[in-house]
């Protein structure tokens, strides 16, 4: 699977962006799909994950409410809504892709994408 996120930027604190992933390579319908990002001197960390079906979902608790995962399996794409931004979320965002499980473990991943939020 070859993710490509697009999307990021910079934005200022309480705004909102949505992030997109672009799939290709295979039965990107049976596939689970995730969101993680990593900030400069962390580790990456899970945002919010989705299974294949789209019928379930999950989300780290600091965006819970904030960010809703989509996707849309007809244009083998998945998104990262996220509003009410917070500059703790400032960090590169990255798609990733299961056959399993939408908690993982990952197998593909994309280049990721830069969010920044300002105060």
């Known amino acids: 699977v070859q993710l490509v996120e697009s999307g990021g930027g910079l934005v200022q604190a309480g705004g909102s962006l949505r992030l997109s992933c672009a799939a290709s390579?295979?039965?990107?319908?049976?596939?689970?799909m995730g969101w993680f990002r990593q900030a400069p001197g962390k580790e990456r960390e899970f945002v919010a994950g989705?299974?294949?079906?789209?019928?379930?979902?999950g989300y780290a608790d600091s965006v819970k409410g904030r960010f809703t995962i989509s996707r849309d399996n007809a244009k083998n794409s998945v998104y990262l809504q996220m509003n009410s931004l917070k500059p703790e979320d400032t960090a590169v965002y990255y798609c990733a892709a299961n056959s399993g499980s939408y908690r993982g473990p990952y197998d593909y991943w994309g280049q990721g994408t830069q969010v920044t939020v300002s105060s």
């Open positions: 390579g295979r039965t990107f319908s049976r596939t689970a």
């Open positions: 989705m299974t294949w079906s789209g019928g379930g979902t």
